[in-house]
Structure formats: C-alpha cells, structure tokens
C-alpha cells in the first residue's frame, strides 16, 4: 500500500508572543490596591451620601449644591487664586480685620489652574474633582498606615472613622484638607517603611498646602533622626538618603514662608498677614477663654461640638502615648494639636485643622479591631447617622465659619 496523501490546511500559522508580565512594582501597587479596596468602597460609599445629603438640602434652601461645596468660605479664596493669582485684599466694613490672600499657600490653586487647561469644565468642577480624587488618596494612605502598624482589619476601621468624622463633610468641598492628607498619609507610610526620599518629597508638597503642612516636615524629621540614631547606636554607617529627607521636608513651608516675605518686603510677612485676619499663636489663651465661655455662658451647638473634638483630640493623643504609637505619628499629630489649639480666632474651624490628625484614631481602630463584627457594625451605623446629618447642618444650616 502506498503513503497516504498529505493533508495541507490553508490555517494561517499563529506567531507566538510572549506574555510581558509588568514589572514588580506594578504588581505590588496592583496587589497593594487591592486589599485596600473595601476601606476605598466604604470611604466612597459614606462620603457620597453626606455629598447627596448635602446637595438635596441645599436645593430645598434654593442654593446650588456646586455652590455650596466648590464656593464656601475658603473655597472661594482659593477660586479666586486659581483665576487670577495674588493680590486681592478685602477690607471689610465691621471689624478691624484685613483679608488678603497671601494667607493661602498655593499648590491647590496652582492645580486648579494647571488641571483646568487639560480638564476643560470649569475651576470650581475641577477644584472639586481635586479635592475627591485626593480624598480617595487620602483614604488610602490612612488605611496603608493602619495596615502596615496593625494589620488589614485596622487599617479598613481606620478608613471608616476616620470617613465618619463629624466635620469629614469638608472632605468633599473644595477645601485643601485632602490633598494635604494624601500627601501626609503616604508620606508617614513612607516614613515608616524607610523610603526617606518619598517622604521627604511628599513633606514639601504637604507644606506646599496648608500652614499645618509644616506638622508632615516634623514628622519626616523625627523619623529621619530616630532612625539615624538607631543605626548610629548599631555602629552602621549612616544612611544619605534618611538625612536628605531631614534636610528638604520643610522646603515647601518655608519656600512659601519666604516668598511672601519677599512679596511683603518683611521676613515675617506671612504671619502679618495673618495677624490681620484675626489669626495669630497665643499658646492657647484664646481657646481656653472660650472652653471658659461655654462653661459659665451658653453658645450654639457647632461650637460646643468643636469644644468636644478639641478635648477629644487631646485625650486620644495621649492615648497614643500611652500605646507606643511610633515618633513619627506622635511628632505629627502634636504639632496639628498645637496649632490648633494655640491659634487665636477661628473656633470652629478647629476641628478642620484636626481633620489630618488621623493617627489619632488609631487606640479607637484597635479596641474595634477586637470587637464582634455586629458591635463594629452598630457602632459606625451609628455614627454614620449623626456625621452625614450633622455634615448637612454644618454646610447648609450653620452660619458658622468651617
């Protein structure tokens, strides 16, 4: 018998390509991402309801919710900023204060402004979309912190105090507490995985921010030389990189510091400025003779519940004293906690200055972290009614200065 015939196939032959796998440091940020997305899912969940709350109360008062949230007290400072740089000076007819806007520092204008010329819908939509997607950020970070000290189940009770914070409404305005607070949360992570040049980075953009942006530079300092002593103590070179970080985390504070100087032709222009809105540091006299107020006279609720938070925010910190919390946490939430309570005028925006101050939560996130499931979930159910209610009074009700 002869071969059969071959049998040929007109199949187009298939090229082999490889499979390019990406690289460990995307894995591991995939992988990082992941295990964060609960705290991500309920951080999202919580502040879009106090987001709806606030819009459908604001339109029953006939105020646009995009108003309310974007143009709101500073918020308005800051669209100013964004679309027509320095130099307004407001002078009201009470009082004896003079508002100019060389108290505001400038990276969130700046990214107004930046964003707004790829991004084209609008300053105060885009200062919006900034301050969301570093809340997200934000949240993430504070859950990295928990995570990497404590463990997953800390770091998502964390996230989720910190969501239900009674002033965490400001999360979502147009505000520079989150972007302050991504930039702070990463670079305590940082510090406390040892990637000095990030932290040190991420500590100039912070001070870049706010005025308590410096309390992110006390952090990175502390931690830089209590690392360097400990390697110092072990007879192990010093590290370079651990000292770099010391050296620039204040340069964006100061940098901005001096550059009003230079503007006001007076080294210590910043702070005259600030004077001239009411705000100066007087170690706390003017804190405790309004605790003195509340005590022999009366007040309206939003200032007696800034008066709970402040002394909240004490007794936690000493909470975390008394746990160990790492320097580096302890160094940043006193200096929020000093300026905060040292700073005269502005009582009820305490609280916002402390909003950063999320390490504070971390004695809380531990004793939960023991609990029953059903005791966590009462508990922040709980808490979730009195902060999104509580978030719309303060928004749309209050008359008060957030």
Known sequence: MGDSPTKTSNAPTRRFVPRLDPPPQQRRWRSELGKALPALALFASVRLTGVIMAALWSLHLGRHPRTVLGLEWDGHWYWHISQYGYGLTVHPVRGHSVYNDLAFFPLFPGLIRAVGTVLPIGPINVALFITWSAALVAAWGVYAVGEVLHGRRVGIILVALWALLPHAIILTMAYTEPLMTAFAAWSLYAVLTRRWLTAGTLAVLAGLCRPNGLAVAAAVVTGAVAHLWQLRRAGVPTAPR???????????????????????????????????????????????????????????????????????????????????????????????????????????????????????????????????????????????????????????VSHRTL
Not at 324 to 345: D, R
């Open 242 to 396: 651990a000292w770099a970080a010391a050296a620039v985390a204040p340069l964006g504070w100061l940098g901005y510091i001096g550059w009003v100087g230079l503007r006001t032709h007076d080294p210590v222009g910043y702070f005259h400025v600030q004077s001239l809105w009411g705000s100066r540091f007087d170690f706390g006299r003017y804190t405790a003779h309004t605790f003195k107020h509340l005590i022999v006279g009366h007040d309206t609720l939003v200032v007696y519940v800034t008066a709970a938070i402040v002394l909240g925010s004490m007794l936690l910190f000493l909470f975390c004293v008394l746990n160990g919390m790492p320097l580096p946490l302890l160094a940043y939430c006193a200096v929020l906690i000093v300026m905060a309570v040292g700073g005269t005028h502005f009582f009820t925006s305490k609280p916002r200055f402390l909003l950063p101050a999320f390490p504070l939560l971390l004695p809380l996130a531990l004793h939960l972290a023991r609990s029953r499931l059903r005791t966590i979930a009462v508990l922040l159910t709980t808490l979730a009614c009195v902060s999104l209610f509580y978030g719309t009074y303060l928004l749309t």
